[in-house]
């Protein structure tokens, strides 16, 4: 299959970056293709969105809005302790929600789809792009589909059908955060040889039905402290949608440098606070899920331009921390990436780069540079270079730099014990395989296993010596487990629990994990998350 143009993910850059483009230039052909079984099924986010952007990408939106779409009407922000907290007096700037909107970012990428389709752009969910194609010349000319009905040993199942090839002229990477093809063509074209390394969190979200009477449509809640220790960057997020819902969630950062920190216990402990628990007893779980978030920010984005390609969204590294948000991002620099190839008689990925760091997106990133890297200092430097930074606009006349977020892992003989004043938890879910069903996660058992190990001796060896198998704690699905049998000590991965969320490929200390692309189609389905 050819085209003009191809995007990878149908998240908000990627569809914003279709619907542009063909409003541009609707003579083009545009493709968009994405992973997950149906549009909206692997897109996890908070989120409170600012809708400039969107405005600006569909003025009438408003008329005619997603289907979870809630305006913000009161913020809050607190310091948790175990057994209560103090309320600030006023909300950072950069969390000041007037006028923005709570929704479901999986519900509105369904509710682009359409418009996007609308215009002419052919969208092709449960194909999952297994790996990028080069012309003789060494560009990137497209992507390959994986290959569906291949068994466990990789032999061809009865079902077999071979991924086909979609060439384009200029691929548009919109993967979300740790892309696959993305993590591959950084390391083949360089283009993080000027940029720190990238940081991540990663996201634990849930959706509960509660009683009548709990809900104040529009409120949004963020805190701080408990049950993060002062040198573990967490928070939280609450925000009340209307139908009695609420969603709720827990970013960790993975930075933390506890081997035995679980981002997955800390979220279900959090929830068991007072200001939260009387919240949700009585209410049930809808969906939950959770998902990698970048947070390198200005000084970890790479090079956005290469031969035949371009990255956008949180594939890039735009997601703003001290607001909570990437999604204006995305679809900001979504527009800026069609506008750069629709001014062309002939798309080509050149100069985008350039345009986007000169950009509104990157002067926005560039004021809050400081802010997220001063909390590796321990919360309170990281509170007060936060005053510092946003009192000044960004105009420090330094820059705090970034490490890769696996190296920052101590090993159990020197790592610190901090106290973690944990409580007895009651609420569902009461472990990680609950939350795996509440996600919906599906893949089928006989397929390649998509998490691969490149020694899995070290697991059983060094790893357990020296860090105790992290990968057990820091995975929120319960993919990795060390089992003994009559042969030994060995790694088991439980591949069908896994929801995509890439905390493995990140935090594992050895670097010896990639998350590479499952059966299209295959992995969670998220509902209204």
């Not at 490490?403 to 009461?430: G, N």
């Not at 487990?481 to 905390?503: F, M, P, S, W, Y």
Request: one cysteine or more; a negative charge; aromatic letters at 8%.
């Amino acid at each position: 299959m050819e085209y003009d143009v191809v995007a990878v993910g149908a998240g908000p850059a990627g569809l914003s970056f279709a619907i542009r483009l063909k409003q541009l230039k609707p003579e083009l052909s545009v493709c968009v293709i994405e992973k997950s079984s149906v549009i909206g099924a692997h897109i996890l986010s908070g989120a409170v969105i600012e809708p400039g952007p969107l405005d600006a990408l569909l003025p009438g939106w408003r008329d005619n809005p997603p289907p979870v779409c809630v305006p913000a009407t009161e913020d809050e922000f607190w310091f948790l302790t175990k057994d209560g907290g103090t309320r600030f007096p006023f909300v950072p700037p950069q969390m000041s929600n007037h006028g923005n909107f709570i929704v479901s970012l999986g519900a509105m990428c369904a509710w682009l789809a359409p418009q996007a389709e609308a215009l002419g752009v052919e969208i092709y969910p449960g194909f999952a792009a297994a790996e990028p194609l080069f012309d003789e010349n060494g560009a990137v000319a497209g992507v390959r589909i994986g290959d569906m009905g291949v068994a466990k040993d990789g032999s061809q199942k009865s079902g077999y059908t071979q991924g086909i090839d979609i060439r384009a002229k200029v691929t548009v990477l919109a993967e979300g955060a740790r892309g696959h093809l993305t993590k591959q063509l950084v390391r083949k074209y360089g283009l993080d040889a000027e940029s720190d390394p990238q940081n991540y969190s990663i996201g634990i979200k849930e959706l509960w039905q509660v009683p009548p009477g709990r809900v104040t449509p529009g409120k949004i809640v963020h805190t701080l402290g408990w049950p993060a220790d002062s040198h573990t960057y967490g928070g939280s997020f609450l925000y009340h949608l209307d139908g009695d819902r609420i969603a709720l969630g827990y970013v960790s950062g993975l930075d933390y440098r506890d081997p035995n920190y679980q981002p997955y216990e800390a979220f279900q402990q959090w929830k068991h606070h007072p200001q939260v628990k009387g919240l949700l007893e009585g209410g049930n779980i809808l969906s939950a899920g959770a998902r990698a978030i970048v947070t390198g920010g200005w000084q970890s984005l790479p090079k956005v331009e290469m031969p035949g390609a371009l990255l956008i969204g949180d594939t890039a590294g735009l997601l703003n921390v001290p607001k909570i948000k990437g999604t204006h991002q995305a679809i900001r620099s979504g527009m800026l990436a069609a506008e750069h190839l629709a001014a062309q008689e002939t798309p080509v990925a050149a100069g985008f780069d350039a345009k986007l760091r000169a950009s509104p997106a990157m002067a926005e990133l560039r004021k809050v540079r400081n802010i997220k890297p001063g909390f590796k200092k321990g919360l309170w430097f990281g509170l007060v270079n936060s005053a510092w930074e946003t009192a000044t606009a960004g105009l420090s006349p330094w820059t705090w730099r970034c490490k890769p977020d696996w190296s920052s892992l101590q090993k159990l003989d020197v790592a610190e014990k901090p106290k973690r004043d944990y409580v007895e938890r009651t609420l569902v879910p009461r472990d990680r395989l609950a939350g795996v069903y509440f996600a919906a996660t599906e893949h089928d058992e006989d397929q390649p296993v998509h998490l691969k190990v490149a020694d899995t001796d070290v697991c059983i060896t060094k790893c357990a010596e020296e860090y105790g198998n992290p990968c057990q704690r820091f995975c929120p699905a319960g993919v990795y487990e060390i089992v003994e049998d009559t042969e030994g000590k060995r790694l088991q991965i439980n591949a069908a629990n896994c929801v995509h969320c890439k905390t493995c490929d990140i935090k594992d200390p050895y670097q010896i994990i990639t998350w590479v692309t499952p059966e299209g189609g295959a992995g969670p389905n998220y509902q209204n998350l």
